[in-house]
């Protein structure tokens, strides 16, 4: 099975803070994808990478960055942490296909940050 | 990606076959379904997707119109670990499959004892 794994399942942060929220994937898949989840709001894309070292912001990508040194990593970075960042964050992997055919994303269990 | 919309609630007997529907009247040609499903607190899981044919898993089936306008999930069998919310959405991959997913509002399905 795909197995996609988060640092932390809960995480409590002080305004201004430097956070790390770390994702694994253990599929080799080539692209990964960070996204936050809101109530009222659904699951918005923040960054996504297609390749190691490759990042490619997506809908919401202001107050955070991204790292993918490895194939297999993604970070999510927040560099000064701010109340309105407070939200569950999900991390995903799926194969690089084609264009025109189908692909699924797997998700990780999800990160429920709190910044305070 | 296609507009869908799917019930806000359903419920179902435990043991029973659940029947999810979603309408998607603007599908193109070339846009698959998916459907996943998100238990409280965690995250999305992928169920089936399909593209004009009728599939099959060890999860779910997926049954679409013959002009592709709507389609139903069916859970054959539900059990208590099937209440979630289930999205279904309509899309076409591009540029490898690295583009985002968007989720609507999906239907709670809550299966009762």
């Known amino acids: 099975d795909v197995k996609v794994t988060q640092s932390s399942r809960y995480l409590v942060k002080r305004t201004g803070e430097k956070v790390f929220l770390e994702c694994v994937q253990d599929m080799d898949h080539e692209n990964m994808f960070w996204y936050r989840q809101d109530p009222g709001l659904g699951l918005r894309l923040i960054y996504f990478?297609?390749?190691?070292?490759?990042?490619e912001k997506g809908d919401i990508p202001e107050g955070y960055s991204v790292s993918r040194e490895k194939k297999e990593r993604f970070s999510l970075i927040l560099e000064s942490a701010s109340t309105n960042q407070t939200s569950m964050y999900l991390c995903?992997?799926?194969?690089?296909?084609?264009?025109?055919?189908?692909?699924?994303?797997?998700f990780g269990p999800g990160t429920r940050l709190t910044v305070l | 990606d296609a507009k869908t919309t799917q019930p806000t609630s359903m419920d179902c007997a435990e043991g029973r076959a659940a029947n999810l529907p979603c309408n998607h009247s603007t599908i193109s040609g070339n846009e698959y379904v998916y459907w996943y499903r998100q238990i409280h607190s965690q995250g999305p899981q992928y169920i089936i997707h399909?593209?004009?044919n009728n599939e099959t898993n060890e999860m779910a089936s997926l049954i679409i119109t013959e002009d592709r306008k709507s389609s139903t999930l069916i859970l054959p069998h539900a059990t208590l670990r099937d209440t979630a919310v289930y999205y279904c959405?309509?899309?076409?991959?591009?540029?490898?499959?690295?583009?985002?997913?968007?989720f609507g509002k999906g239907t709670h399905l809550i299966i009762q004892p």
């Open positions: 995903a992997s799926s194969h690089h296909v084609g264009s025109r055919s189908y692909n699924e994303q797997f």
């Open positions: 990478s297609y390749d190691v070292k490759m990042k």
């Open positions: 959405i309509v899309r076409v991959v591009t540029g490898g499959g690295a583009d985002g997913l968007t």
């Open positions: 399909g593209l004009k």
